[in-house]
């Protein structure tokens, strides 16, 4: 196939069940050969390598609250992608999880909008905004389980269609 589609649904459902499967391996395979891989909601969310896997209710930033992490495709390994972003509140989430992985770049994606993704860089279409949380160079704070979470210099960007975003060197 040259292009590939995967749909929404349960991300971590849709990982247990093909996770070390041919199927797993043929849509990575088929990637670096240059298929065209994408996805919609879940589907979106399984092109990371660290991929949220549930925890849609956190409605706090404190420690030991991070939400549930599992392996993805890592097609798109140098990011946390989470869908629905604004419309189901999921900003919590998504700094949680990238406070917990400061190497990698957090891409919350709102309902009716899509990334466009070539190399380290992507494009934002669509109606609605893409908001980008970047800590590689935020300074977290000790964290105590039940305490709120801190971290300083965690930077945000919120991008709308036409706009793009360098993995390297932000927008």
Request: aromatic share 6%; no cysteine.
């Amino acid at each position: 196939a040259d292009l590939i589609w995967m749909p929404g649904g349960l991300q971590g459902v849709f990982m247990n069940a093909i996770r070390g499967t041919d199927i797993a391996d043929t849509i990575r395979r088929r990637y670096r050969e240059g298929a065209i891989v994408g996805g919609t909601s879940a589907g979106a969310a399984v092109m990371s390598k660290v991929m949220i896997g549930g925890r849609s209710d956190l409605d706090s930033l404190r420690a030991g609250s991070t939400p549930y992490l599992m392996e993805g495709l890592a097609l798109w390994p140098e990011v946390i992608v989470d869908q629905h972003f604004l419309q189901k509140g999921r900003f919590n989430r998504l700094t949680l999880a990238t406070l917990d992985h400061p190497d990698l770049i957090g891409v919350g994606i709102d309902e009716e909008t899509a990334v466009i993704v070539h190399g380290r860089q992507f494009e934002v279409i669509g109606n609605n905004n893409v908001t980008v949380l970047d800590a590689r160079q935020a300074s977290r704070e000790k964290l105590v389980k039940g305490e709120p979470a801190a971290a300083r210099n965690l930077t945000v960007h919120v991008l709308r269609a036409g706009m793009k975003f360098d993995l390297d060197e932000g927008p």
